[in-house]
């Protein structure tokens, strides 16, 4: 299980005074306006980092640290990812998982049939897709809808889902 999960790749840089544009990653970008730190990834080594205002901008989010006080000193931040803690995290409803804990669990059909490993997920407007290597090498394309995953056992690490007709087309 991750220990840390994505909330955003900064942009660039957002005016003079510090702050940084962010691309949010997390499915509800309001959630950074309840954040109070975040981690930065430098490339070279994580920086915690406080959050001293959010606000938003078309799909952005212009954030401000409380570390840094101008343009220079954010500006080697471009491309670089925002992370916060399992702790940190949105708290999930039931049925409900966090992508990155998917990732690598063994798929299996109602008629216990191995499909292979889930190797992405897409998000879609409508509902997620999961993309699932298939043990011959190929890709499967599931919709993430009760209809067609039936069962994901965390501990088991196995998603169980009902192959609707048309889906191995």
Known sequence: MEDRFQV??????????GEVRVYPTTDDSRRFQQL????LDTGKGDMELEI???RFSKNMVILKFREFQNINE????RGKSLYVTRENAVKLEKDEYFIADM???KVVSTEEEELGNLKDVMRT????VYVVQTT???ELLLPAIHDCVKKVDMQLGVITVFLMPG???
């Open 167 to 169: 889906l191995r087309e």
């Open 36 to 39: 109070t730190h975040v981690i």
């Open 136 to 138: 011959d090498g190929g």
């Open 8 to 17: 955003g790749i900064i942009s660039g840089t957002h005016g003079i005074a």
């Open 103 to 105: 990732i690598g669990m």
């Open 74 to 77: 954010v500006e080697g931040f």
């Open 125 to 128: 407007g409508a509902n997620d």
């Open 52 to 54: 001293a205002r959010a």
